[in-house]
């Protein structure tokens, strides 16, 4: 074979191959955007594009771990009543009330198979199915955190239960986790 054919077939086919590695990484990023919404633009904000799309996709195969189960009908009305308990004690203790909805979510993700370690931590595992609410989630503690040091006014105690419910809400729900539709969770923050 000629030389110069040699050259073209290597050139054509390093052509081929880099076409293809980019439209594989397009469809990782598509992928990636779809399933984490608005915590891929925070994830890279905070790292960068090239390397939040491997910290998201190693959240992803570290979730997937996890024994994420259903609550069963009798789990799942404990936690509504505790809840609404949480809603009934913040008018006379919104401190107090604020508190126990942080301790409640904790609680449900814990029932629900997300292991408890650092704050950081848990709102990264919580991102991969509920990726829709987990800034409030953020921000729900982030005010609990201003609490606890005496900066944090009645509205914004209000606004931590709030967030804390968004969460609640959707960790509530008995379906098949990370098939939670795009645009179709509220986010509240």
């Given at each position: 074979?000629?030389?110069?054919?040699?050259?073209?077939?290597?050139?054509?086919?390093?052509?081929?191959?880099?076409?293809?590695?980019?439209?594989?990484?397009?469809?990782?990023?598509?992928?990636?955007?779809?399933?984490?919404?608005?915590?891929?633009?925070?994830?890279?904000?905070?790292?960068?594009?090239?390397?939040?799309?491997?910290?998201?996709?190693?959240?992803?195969?570290?979730?997937?771990?996890?024994?994420?189960?259903?609550?069963?009908?009798?789990?799942?009305?404990?936690?509504?009543t505790e809840w609404r308990d949480v809603q009934a004690r913040f008018v006379d203790d919104?401190?107090?009330?604020?508190?126990?909805?942080?301790?409640?979510?904790?609680?449900?993700?814990?029932?629900?198979?997300?292991?408890?370690?650092?704050?950081?931590?848990?709102?990264?595992?919580?991102?991969?199915?509920?990726?829709?609410?987990?800034?409030?989630?953020?921000?729900?503690?982030?005010?609990?955190?201003?609490?606890?040091?005496?900066?944090?006014?009645?509205?914004?105690?209000?606004?931590?239960?709030?967030?804390?419910?968004?969460?609640?809400?959707?960790?509530?729900?008995?379906?098949?986790?990370?098939?939670?539709?795009?645009?179709?969770?509220?986010?509240?923050?």
């Amino acid at each position: 074979m000629d030389p110069k054919t040699v050259v073209i077939v290597v050139a054509v086919v390093l052509v081929v191959l880099a076409i293809v590695w980019v439209a594989m990484r397009k469809r990782r990023t598509a992928a990636l955007q779809s399933r984490f919404g608005p915590e891929y633009e925070r994830t890279v904000r905070e790292q960068g594009a090239a390397r939040a799309e491997s910290v998201l996709w190693e959240r992803q195969k570290r979730v997937e771990k996890f024994p994420i189960r259903e609550l069963a009908v009798d789990e799942r009305e404990r936690f509504v009543t505790e809840w609404r308990d949480v809603q009934a004690r913040f008018v006379d203790d919104p401190k107090g009330a604020v508190n126990e909805a942080d301790g409640l979510v904790a609680r449900l993700m814990q029932a629900r198979g997300y292991p408890m370690s650092d704050f950081e931590q848990r709102a990264a595992d919580i991102s991969v199915d509920h990726p829709r609410v987990v800034a409030n989630y953020r921000a729900g503690h982030e005010i609990t955190l201003r609490h606890r040091k005496g900066e944090a006014t009645t509205e914004d105690l209000r606004s931590a239960v709030i967030y804390y419910r968004s969460l609640f809400d959707e960790l509530l729900q008995n379906k098949p986790v990370g098939t939670t539709p795009v645009g179709t969770t509220k986010e509240v923050a």
